[in-house]
């Protein structure tokens, strides 16, 4: 089992900026790829950015390419997704999830996911 933790989401003006972090307990951390999706209501959950186990390969959905870098950090067993420009259409509640590494090239995949974490909320105000 893994247990994910989301925090750092909140209420920021259009054009801000906040940094996601997902904790993460539980089975290796390392050996999990990890991804972040969000969800606003009434829409499907869709995928925001992904990470390799490693770190050293990423994803980004077009919508934050540019804008939002993932990052992780194993020591620390902790993902990370700065968000930069944020604009209003990027409000939604906000969840990291983990795959195992065989799964690296399918991260766009809501399916692909093993765990998850529970959300935060991010609200843009215009």
């Known amino acids: 089992q893994v247990q994910l933790a989301e925090s750092g989401g909140g209420l920021v003006q259009a054009g801000g900026s906040l940094r996601l972090s997902c904790a993460a307990s539980g089975r290796t951390f390392g050996n999990y790829a990890m991804g972040w999706f969000r969800q606003a209501p009434g829409k499907e959950r869709e995928f925001v950015a992904g990470i390799s186990w490693s770190g050293g390969i990423t994803y980004y959905a077009d919508s934050g390419k540019g804008r939002f870098t993932i990052s992780r950090d194993n020591a620390k067993n902790t993902v990370y997704l700065q968000m930069n420009s944020l604009e209003p259409e990027d409000t939604a509640v906000y969840y990291c999830?983990?795959?195992?590494?065989?799964?690296?090239?399918?991260?766009?995949?809501?399916?692909?996911?093993?765990?998850w974490g529970q959300g935060t909320q991010v609200t843009i105000s215009s």
């Open positions: 999830a983990a795959a195992p590494p065989e799964r690296t090239q399918f991260l766009r995949r809501v399916g692909n996911y093993d765990y």
